[in-house]
């Protein structure tokens, strides 16, 4: 029961974060909604020790995961952003592979028990109502399950609608900001992502309901969908190409069976543009993770259209996408989700897109076996669609010498040769 006539506690930054203790598991908000003061004010503290920090990628400076800090603060990604690669790598950190549409209820059920979390909220409207803002993705369940709620109110943070509302009566104390957000402008598209992006979006038709990530290859892809019509959306983020897709025309979202007419997402990555887009727009909706990525809700769309990326693929399927061999690069997050949502819609399409190579064009990213240590996001048995800048083909249900010779057609030609002799080797027939 919320109790409407409690204040909420504005102090500095450096004050708000007293309440935190040795020995607590403190939720970071993510991504664009990173609390960095706060950070910076419990990097200042001297008396910590054992504080476990649980976050998706955090964006900006973080003190907090600096070596000089070993000890008293542990990172735990459970998506990993550049800032934690080398900490991981360097055993200062650690990661946990988990699907993100399960971590709300990891949070929810205790399994992984929350003391508190730091988050950046939008200010309070005439009811008293925060936001998540950008982040709503497991913010949303961290804030409904840790029993200490730390916040940053930010006057530059977007009101957002859907299941972003925070009550003041749910937090302790709170300091108050005015800075820009961590913003993240769109890639330069290449050659190589500018085909891949023609290839992809000719996979689209219209009417479909599209999901992709971030980076030079959705960008690419949303810049090709202009002439589509009737467009829907449902997807775990979005950043600035989305925005001009909708200003085109292309997304009416009115064939949607969950959440029609609305771009639903949990959280958005991108500039001042984005999020001056999102701000009390009643057209986008922000949902937990557990909602945006829910498989049973993906396939209730028709023709749902899942577009992920891959650090590597091998001759049988297998996708890795959160590591290069042994080193964390990202996380699961939800490409599996969508992968099997978008597989089960009706008509709809898979895609995992990638270039052809890596190293400036010295390694292949089509392989005949994934580096030690690789993780397998994706298996050979949810891949359908995968394109690169060489074309697309759907592996589904080919036998694994099918799907290994239509995955070197992908390949770039400099690499085709010696994969076909890996693949002759491994399945044990004869080259013509």
């Not at 200062?92 to 028990?113: C, M, N, Q, T, W």
């Not at 690499?415 to 080797?425: D, H, I, K, M, S």
Request: hydrophobic share 40%; charged share 20%; with cysteine.
């Amino acid at each position: 029961m919320i109790d409407t006539n409690k204040p909420a506690f504005a102090v500095s930054a450096d004050e708000a974060v007293a309440p935190i203790r040795s020995g607590m598991t403190v939720f970071v908000h993510g991504g664009s909604a990173t609390p960095t003061p706060l950070l910076e004010a419990l990097a200042r503290r001297t008396d910590l020790e054992n504080v476990r920090l649980v976050h998706l990628h955090l964006a900006g400076p973080l003190p907090v995961l600096d070596p000089r800090h070993a000890g008293r603060f542990t990172s735990i990604s459970l998506f990993t952003g550049a800032g934690a690669r080398t900490p991981i790598a360097e055993g200062r950190a650690e990661y946990v592979p988990v699907f993100l549409s399960d971590i709300p209820s990891v949070f929810r059920s205790g399994k992984i028990r929350l003391d508190a979390a730091l988050v950046q909220l939008s200010p309070a409207d005439r009811h008293g109502f925060h936001t998540l803002g950008v982040s709503v993705d497991v913010a949303r369940a961290a804030v409904d399950s840790a029993p200490l709620v730390i916040a940053e109110v930010n006057a530059r943070m977007p009101r957002t609608r859907g299941n972003s509302a925070v009550h003041k009566s749910m937090i302790r104390v709170l300091c108050h900001t005015d800075r820009d957000l961590q913003d993240h402008p769109p890639e330069l598209e290449t050659e190589v992502t500018a085909r891949i992006g023609e290839i992809v979006s000719g996979l689209v038709e219209d009417g479909s309901c599209i999901q992709v990530g971030i980076g030079a290859i959705p960008d690419a892809v949303l810049a090709r969908l202009k002439g589509k019509r009737d467009l829907g959306v449902h997807t775990e983020m979005f950043s600035d190409r989305m925005v001009d897709l909708f200003e085109s025309g292309a997304i009416s979202n009115r064939n949607k069976s969950v959440h029609p007419g609305r771009l639903v997402t949990s959280f958005v990555v991108g500039s001042r543009r984005l999020f001056d887009f999102v701000d009390d727009n009643p057209v986008v909706e922000f949902h937990g993770a557990d909602r945006t990525n829910d498989t049973a809700l993906i396939r209730r769309n028709d023709r749902a259209v899942a577009v992920n990326s891959a650090i590597e693929i091998d001759l049988t399927g297998q996708v890795c996408a959160d590591s290069m061999g042994h080193r964390i690069f990202s996380g699961i997050g939800g490409q599996m989700d969508f992968i099997r949502g978008a597989a089960l819609s009706r008509g709809g399409k898979a895609i995992i897109a990638l270039p052809a190579t890596a190293a400036g064009g010295k390694v292949s990213r089509i392989t005949h076996q994934l580096k030690e240590g690789a993780g397998v996001v994706t298996t050979r048995g949810h891949v359908h669609w995968v394109a690169t800048e060489y074309g697309a083909v759907d592996i589904h249900a080919m036998t694994l010498r099918q799907r290994g010779e239509a995955l070197i057609s992908l390949a770039h030609p400099d690499f085709r040769g010696e994969l076909r002799r890996q693949l002759a080797e491994i399945r044990h027939f004869t080259m013509s």
